[in-house]
């Protein structure tokens, strides 16, 4: 979502990242020019800039109104996450490790013209140890929290590229971090079947969500102390044989400071309980996102349907009996 609401950006496996309406899920157009999958994309705060990172080896900025690509900053490697700050001049994306290369955290100023058009960053962080899976801006632009494969959480300085803090409470691959509406706090998603609540700033763990399958994206409700996860395997990566095996859903739990196998799945955050599954997708959940009033949430999902759902009345009463 942008930060109003009104607008739903989607990217997928194809080379079109897409925006819809949110309000009836009316396309309103395409960013045409990527070659490969389109891993991720961000919106800048006042809707003036898409930025879009690619199986193709680049990273994109795109004008939002018109659609018009207005950077390319051509990569060695696929780029995995992308993002902006808060001012909407500086971004970051992470290459991945591969064919040779391994991953890097860049960060370019667009003011700079000379960078963009030299596709030269003022910083570029190496991160030869584990490749980073998903990464997130700060509460100020001074350091963004990544994610790394073998489960750790490092905060990079903006400024200088030095580790300002870890954290390991993950046992596997992080898949997926977002931050709540005030960027105070941030959710992990992790294959170790658990999604994690972390301060911002000092990556203190606050609390953590189980499920029985890995978690591929949880998003934080704005305005309850809820949660949502969605996940699930994909069926090359079943191993066992199990009843469940054929369950995704996104689930809601309860974050005070607050899954999924074909659901999604909702939790208390405060309690670490769940309280709601909803149903819908056919596979794997690979994202899920609260609108900014935190009035309806979307899920996107390994069949290619983007769902947009709306809670009745009766879930803004809800209270959890402890």
């Not at 953590?208 to 934080?220: C, G, L, Q």
Request: proline share 2%.
């Amino acid at each position: 979502y942008n930060r109003e609401g009104d607008l739903l950006f989607s990217v997928a496996k194809d080379t079109v990242a897409n925006v819809w309406y949110s309000v009836n899920g009316e396309r309103l157009g395409t960013y045409n020019g990527h070659t490969g999958a389109v891993w991720c994309v961000d919106c800048d705060w006042d809707t003036k800039h898409v930025l879009t990172g690619s199986a193709d080896n680049s990273c994109r900025l795109w004008d939002c109104e018109t659609g018009k690509q207005l950077a390319l900053l051509n990569t060695n490697s696929a780029v995995r996450t992308c993002g902006f700050d808060f001012s909407g001049n500086i971004i970051m994306f992470s290459t991945d490790k591969q064919m040779g290369y391994q991953c890097y955290l860049n960060f370019f100023d667009l003011r700079d013209k000379q960078q963009i058009s030299d596709n030269q960053p003022y910083l570029s962080v190496p991160c030869s140890d584990s490749k980073i899976t998903s990464a997130v801006w700060g509460p100020l632009g001074e350091f963004v929290n990544a994610g790394h494969e073998n489960g750790e959480i490092n905060q990079f300085s903006a400024k200088s590229g030095e580790i300002l803090k870890k954290a390991k409470e993950h046992t596997k691959q992080i898949n997926d971090i977002q931050t709540s509406l005030d960027l105070t706090m941030f959710i992990t998603a992790s294959k170790d079947n658990t999604a994690k609540l972390f301060d911002s700033s000092s990556l203190d763990h606050i609390k953590t969500f189980k499920t029985e399958r890995p978690v591929n994206s949880a998003a934080i409700s704005p305005i309850m102390d809820h949660v949502v996860m969605g996940g699930g395997q994909e069926a090359m990566e079943v191993t066992t044989t199990s009843t469940r095996i054929g369950k995704f859903e996104a689930r809601l739990s309860n974050h005070h400071r607050s899954s999924f196998i074909l659901f999604l799945r909702f939790f208390h955050a405060a309690y670490e309980e769940e309280f709601g599954r909803v149903k819908g997708h056919f596979g794997p959940i690979n994202c899920v996102a609260f609108h900014p009033d935190g009035k309806s949430y979307s899920s996107g999902g390994e069949d290619g349907y983007v769902r947009i759902h709306y809670f009745d009345p009766q879930y803004f009463d809800f209270e959890l009996e402890a």
